[in-house]
């Protein structure tokens, strides 16, 4: 059953502005992922947070994590034209054997 | 160099003609898994393998197998495909279940006719 549901499905911004994408799920978890996905090729992973941090950076991606609200949010600075993708966030449950993927978030830079 | 591969790319076929996608990973992980990706469904895992020898199903197995023979390789069988599973499936690899990265491969395109 599908947990991670990703908001808003697509987002269309001007290169150089901040794009932001939150992710809903309903279960406790052990951690939490992003995945980035060019069009028809293999998901990147993109950072793991895990169910006691409540942020976490990685060059211009900052995630954040909020259990008592069960959601995250992924910001990408200062967008390039590279960032166009779908992300996706994936959650992994205590004792569950898999991650379970949202639908993703369609982002479009614009040049 | 530390890659997940997967065979073949594209597959056009025709129902109920027994294939085969094969899926190596060359960095050691215990974890492998198959999922499938449909527009507006999203990714949804169709079996998963927590190591040599053992499989278990994911939220879609109906119409799947896989096996487990050797660590690296973990292939997808459809004994009688049909239209339904036109998709796009991708295997994925990972130290253990799920507490770390998983790497994926650069996905099948499989079409039956």
């Known amino acids: 059953s599908q947990q991670g549901e990703e908001d808003p499905q697509a987002l269309s911004i001007q290169e150089g502005e901040n794009a932001t994408m939150n992710c809903s799920y309903k279960t406790s978890i052990n951690n939490l992922q992003w995945y980035r996905q060019n069009s028809g090729r293999g998901l990147v992973h993109l950072i793991l947070i895990r169910s006691n941090e409540r942020e976490k950076h990685s060059g211009r991606l900052r995630v954040t994590l909020d259990t008592s609200k069960k959601s995250s949010s992924l910001l990408i600075t200062a967008s390039r034209a590279a960032d166009t993708a779908s992300y996706f966030c994936?959650?992994?449950?205590?004792?569950?054997?898999?991650?379970?993927f949202g639908q993703g978030t369609r982002l479009t830079i614009n040049p | 160099e530390a890659q997940v591969t997967q065979n073949p790319r594209y597959l056009i076929t025709v129902t109920g003609k027994k294939l085969t996608v094969t899926c190596s990973q060359n960095?050691?992980?215990?974890?492998m898994s198959w999922y499938r990706q449909d527009p507006g469904l999203g990714l949804r895992q169709i079996y998963y393998?927590?190591?040599?020898?053992?499989?278990d199903k994911g939220d879609v197995p109906e119409g799947y197998k896989v096996s487990r023979k050797e660590k690296r390789n973990f292939p997808l069988i459809l004994e009688s495909p049909s239209p339904n599973q036109t998709s796009l499936y991708f295997c994925?690899?990972?130290?253990?279940?799920?507490?770390?990265?998983?790497?994926f491969g650069p996905g099948t395109r499989l079409t039956v006719l």
């Open positions: 393998s927590m190591n040599v020898e053992v499989t």
């Open positions: 994936a959650t992994s449950n205590q004792g569950a054997q898999k991650l379970v």
């Open positions: 960095m050691n992980h215990e974890y």
């Open positions: 994925a690899s990972s130290l253990s279940r799920t507490s770390t990265e998983q790497f």
